[in-house]
């Protein structure tokens, strides 16, 4: 497909058993999705839950992106962003472009039973963030990994406290190393967010900014796409969720 000037692929990989029935399945939407981005890693993670039932088998569907910085994030006020960044700022039509044009034409192509989460990290993790705030009915569920919330001197956390309350589907938004004022939105953000988030804040572990998704990923899954498998917490696949301050 061709947006933003660009031309990029949607790539779609079928669960093992796909086409040996009519079952339906749920579709996992990943950002930064194409091959040489995050695909097989979600891809791989995904297969991995599903040795343990610890997730729904799902339809994995990359969005390949050409220009992150353009595609994924809104304009900013921060004239060190502007710099750094200067195509940044058409997170709108991008995602008008994914939800009108992408989501309808896999549905109309794939047997989906209805059921799509969106996956991001970094500042695909803040479009994740912002479609949750602006447009929540365009997916069933939302994992924001380590998103970028810094952004535009943190103003998509500032404009959900400004909201008013809405029903929203579950949202998993992790917190890792990033300090600062990438800390200071998240937090505040999750304050605001309401009981349909899952916040897992791993600011003192293992988890860093760079392996969010390979850390993280599968409990992101578990939470958003659950089965009645009882064996989980024996083998410690738990989803682990806390209350802002709780380790301060």
């Known amino acids: 497909m061709t947006t933003h000037e660009a031309d990029r692929r949607i790539n779609v990989l079928l669960p093992l058993d796909y086409d040996e029935g009519d079952r339906e399945y749920s579709l996992i939407v990943v950002l930064d999705g194409g091959e040489r981005q995050d695909l097989y890693l979600a891809h791989g993670i995904h297969s991995w839950n599903q040795l343990w039932r610890r997730s729904q088998p799902a ?12 595609e994924l994030l809104p304009p900013t006020k921060s004239i060190e962003e502007r710099e750094r960044y200067p195509t940044a700022g058409e997170a709108q039509s991008f995602r008008r472009w994914l939800v009108e044009d992408v989501m309808p034409m896999i549905r109309a192509r794939y047997r989906d039973n209805g059921t799509a989460i969106l996956v991001g990290e970094s500042a695909a993790g803040h479009f994740v963030a912002e479609t ?8 069933d569920g939302y994992a924001a990994l380590s998103p970028s919330l810094q ?4 103003s998509l956390s500032y404009r959900l406290s400004g909201e008013r309350p809405v ?9 890792a190393d990033e300090g600062g ?11 605001e967010a309401g009981d349909r988030l899952c916040f897992a804040d791993r600011r003192d572990s293992h988890v860093r900014h760079a ?27 738990v989803v682990e969720c806390s209350e802002v301050g709780e380790d301060e």
């Open 132 to 139: 949750w705030i602006t447009a929540p009915s365009a997916f």
């Open 181 to 191: 004022a990438t800390e200071e939105g998240a937090l505040r953000f999750v304050g």
């Open 167 to 175: 029903e929203r589907p579950p949202i998993f938004l992790s917190l």
């Open 151 to 154: 952004w535009d001197n943190q």
């Open 59 to 70: 339809i994995i569907v990359g969005i390949e992106t050409v220009d992150r910085q353009r």
């Open 211 to 237: 392996n969010a998704m390979h850390q993280l990923l599968a409990e992101a899954l578990q939470f958003l796409l659950p089965t009645k498998a009882d064996w989980l917490e024996e083998y410690g696949f």
